[in-house]
T-cell receptor, first 111, second 115 residues
């Protein structure tokens, strides 16, 4: 079945350092979405990428969708303590109404 | 901003009992979902629901599970004869359109503890 893997599983950074999480799907995705889940919270939608090779930016966050539409990355520049949480990539499977979340990357920012 | 609401926030149940988790999706959304997240693990898709019927379900969503939209606002997940391994956070989500082109909005979740 569909598998969406993310690396690393955990990342500890000093505040101000950069952070990147990588997402790899076993199959081609029509689009990829990124969610952030704060500790004890629920997933919150960040962004959706649709086109091959697409790059989108949200302030300090840069999202990229691979050319083959099987991988994606999220890069955070100059992390802040508010960036703490688990970042999940996710994509639709099959008809589009089944949705697979990646394994997630848990980010800890040390002040 | 409209949000998805879930009740109860925490449910404790004896193994073998039935539980019903409740959700009120965002009012103009058409697609509804249930997910499960075991503590510290990834979010797992259970089922999607559209036009009063299941549109997709995962391998996790076996005969023990059922969903219903009993009225115009509620969306429920029923787990019959609960097992210890059903202990998890259950999230409801809704979207305006299909996940292929619309973000999902999640509720705060119901923490289900099976004793």
């Amino acid at each position: 079945g569909q598998q969406v893997m993310q690396i690393p599983q955990y990342q500890h950074v000093q505040e101000g350092e950069d952070f990147t999480t990588y997402c790899n799907s076993s199959t081609t995705l029509s689009n990829i979405q990124w969610y952030k889940q704060r500790p004890g919270g629920h997933p919150v939608f960040l962004i959706q990428l649709v086109k091959s090779g697409e790059v989108k930016k949200q302030k300090r966050l840069t999202f990229q969708f691979g050319e083959a539409k099987k991988n994606s990355s999220l890069h955070i520049t100059a992390t802040q303590t508010t960036d703490v949480g688990t970042y999940f990539c996710a994509g639709p499977w099959n008809t589009g109404n089944q949705f697979y979340f990646g394994t997630g990357t848990s980010l800890t920012v040390i002040p | 901003e409209p949000e998805v609401t879930q009740t109860p926030s925490h449910q404790v149940t004896q193994m073998g009992q039935e539980v019903i988790l409740r959700c009120v999706p965002i009012s103009n959304h058409l697609y509804f979902y249930w997910y499960r997240q075991i503590l510290g693990q990834k979010v797992e898709f259970l089922v999607s629901f559209y036009n009063n019927e299941i549109s997709e379900k995962s391998e996790i969503f076996d005969d023990q599970f059922s969903v219903e939209r009993p009225d115009g606002s509620n969306f429920t997940l029923k787990i019959r004869s609960t097992k210890l391994e059903d202990s998890a956070m259950y999230f409801c989500a809704s979207s305006l359109g299909q996940t292929s082109n619309q973000p999902q909005h999640f509720g705060d979740g119901t923490r289900l503890s099976i004793l």
